[in-house]
């Protein structure tokens, strides 16, 4: 098993450029989310989805589209990429919608983008 | 205020010596309580969770969770150099254990 991938590694896009960042899973998870990373804030959840065709936004989902087709991909889209959105993106994915219990996420290697 | 607060460091250790990492939170809903380990440069992988308060021990790793007090921390026995890394707490709501909220992550420097 690959886990969890992400492509590409690094980006640098100009101030209003369009992207779309690449997330697989090969675990056959139903659940999947996109988390950003910036210095001492932790990660924040920008979107999440419990399967195919569902998705929904986290705590920071302005200027970010998903869409979730199916099971094993769930794409970023920043529609007109901007300085704020410069970060470390990570994917992750967990078996199923927790309900009353815990399920691990399991994270991608994330992808750094840097917007000037 | 955030959510959840964490010391940033760094925090320099020799090797061998015992490491406290701390969490502070506000929201009394969660119930699900996790410590997340994050070398440089890759992902971050869970090390442990807690349900509710309580201990819980995995090697020389042991987590505890003070809901009366909001505070969760992380102890690490005889630190290693392959314990440096950043420590991220993270948070969840019952029924929506998914959704983390995360501490912004604690520095660690394990010196040989």
């Known amino acids: 098993n690959a886990g969890v991938t992400q492509t590409p590694k690094f980006q640098v896009l100009k101030t209003g450029q369009s992207m779309t960042l690449q997330c697989a899973q090969d675990?056959?998870?139903?659940?999947m989310s996109w988390y950003r990373q910036d210095p001492g804030m932790g990660l924040r959840l920008i979107h999440y989805?419990?399967?195919?065709?569902?998705?929904d936004q986290g705590e920071v989902p302005n200027g970010y589209n998903v869409s979730r087709s199916t099971t094993e991909d769930f794409p970023l889209r920043l529609l007109s990429a901007a300085p704020s959105q410069t970060s470390v993106y990570f994917c992750?994915?967990?078996?199923?919608?927790?309900?009353?219990?815990?399920?691990?996420?399991?994270f991608g290697p994330g992808t750094r983008l840097t917007v000037l | 205020q955030k959510e959840v607060e964490q010391d940033p460091g760094p925090l320099s250790v020799p090797e061998g010596a015992i490491v406290s990492l701390n969490c502070t939170y506000s929201?009394?809903?969660?119930?699900?309580f996790m410590w997340y380990r994050q070398y440089s440069r890759k992902g971050p992988e869970l090390l442990m969770y807690?349900?509710?308060?309580g201990n819980k021990e995995d090697g020389r790793f042991t987590a505890q969770v003070d809901k009366s007090s909001k505070y969760i921390s992380l102890f690490i026995r005889d630190s290693q150099p392959s314990d440096s890394a950043t420590y991220l707490c993270?948070?969840?709501?019952?029924?929506?254990?998914?959704?983390?909220?995360f501490g912004g992550g604690t520095r660690l420097m394990v010196k040989p």
């Open positions: 992750a994915s967990s078996p199923e919608l927790a309900g009353t219990s815990y399920n691990e996420q399991f």
């Open positions: 675990m056959n998870h139903e659940y």
């Open positions: 989805s419990v399967g195919a065709g569902i998705t």
């Open positions: 929201n009394s809903a969660f119930q699900y």
């Open positions: 807690t349900y509710s308060s």
């Open positions: 993270a948070m969840a709501y019952n029924n929506a254990g998914n959704m983390l909220t």
